[in-house]
């Protein structure tokens, strides 16, 4: 059985479409260092973030 962590634990990004903290999730594990945005919406959304 895995360690078990507790959720303030848990690494956190700025989005920078919405700038709002968001948590990792079980999904991102194996690619964490690529995920920039924090939903879907954002992620097409993004080019309002380049302004």
Known sequence: MGRVRSKSDLPTK????CQRPFTWRKKWQDCWDDVKYCSERCRRRRSEAQT
Not at 14 to 17: D, G, K, S, W
């Open 14 to 17: 700025i989005c920078p479409v």
